[in-house]
């Protein structure tokens, strides 16, 4: 029920903004159309692999849709705000954990940038280019899973960064850090397969492939649900660190004003 609760007002409070989302919602349709151009124009000399002219448009196009799943989140969760102003002792001594807390709320606006801007770009995609559709159920709800894997390992992550501004009091430079390394090593600009070899072994070894690469290239029919095997470890793995964090926030908060 909290769970409910949480997300639904994180949902309901962006929906006083749809105006203004709508704006971002063009703008990211627009980046993709850019992105899609450059490919379709590398295609006329490059073969392109297994993707081929049609297959790198909808890689790009779904890329473009997921990012509002698994990247355009709430920076650092809201943590280093909550520091500054030093409502983190507050959120830090409520009964409910404040990893679970923040996840429900994040998982609202994953829900509302699903609906208001995941599916309109997706639609428009669907419409005026050659997208590619999967086939089978199967397909379609592999596909869901390793979205939502991409959100909620996102959420670690924001969470981890959000977290590190009780020691530093300024965790934003991670954020962009983060978004950097997203934007490269998750697939997102390009297919990991065609990465210089040495960032493409740091790339298998990350979790950002699991943000975008893994499920547009099980969307395409690229490669099987079994590759979801990864993105459950490192889902493991990240709510692990999270959990830790949180004990020693616990035990040691610095807060400035607060």
């Not at 609202?108 to 590619?132: D, N, T, W």
């Not at 670690?156 to 490269?184: D, H, K, P, Q």
């Not at 943000?211 to 969307?219: E, F, K, S, V």
């Amino acid at each position: 029920m909290l769970f409910y609760v949480l997300a639904r007002k994180t949902y309901v409070r962006n929906l006083q903004y749809r105006g203004a989302h709508l704006i971002n919602t063009i703008a990211s349709s627009l980046f993709g159309f850019i992105y899609m151009s450059i490919w379709a124009a590398i295609a006329t000399d490059q073969p392109l692999g297994e993707y081929g002219s049609a297959g790198i448009v909808s890689y790009v196009a779904f890329n473009q849709c997921s990012l509002w799943v698994a990247a355009f989140l709430t920076n650092g969760l809201g943590i280093e705000q909550s520091v500054r102003t030093g409502g983190i002792a507050l959120e830090l001594m409520r009964p409910t954990h404040l990893f679970y807390q923040l996840m429900c709320k994040e998982w609202g606006q994953i829900a509302y940038q699903f609906v208001y801007k995941f599916l309109p770009i997706y639609a428009l995609y669907a419409v005026v280019l050659p997208m590619y559709m999967p086939h089978s159920l199967k397909t379609w709800l592999a596909t869901a899973v390793a979205l939502l894997l991409a959100g909620y390992i996102s959420i670690c992550i924001n969470y981890l960064i959000g977290a590190t501004a009780l020691w530093t009091t300024e965790s934003r430079w991670l954020f962009w850090v983060n978004y950097a390394f997203n934007s490269l090593l998750s697939g997102f600009l390009i297919p990991l397969e065609w990465l210089p070899k040495p960032l493409a072994f740091i790339a298998h070894w990350s979790s950002y492939p699991s943000l975008n690469y893994i499920p547009t290239r099980i969307y395409l029919g690229l490669s099987s649900p079994s590759t979801l095997v990864r993105s459950v470890a490192w889902a493991v793995f990240l709510t692990i660190c999270c959990l830790g964090l949180t004990k020693l926030m616990r035990r040691k908060v610095e807060v400035q004003g607060g």
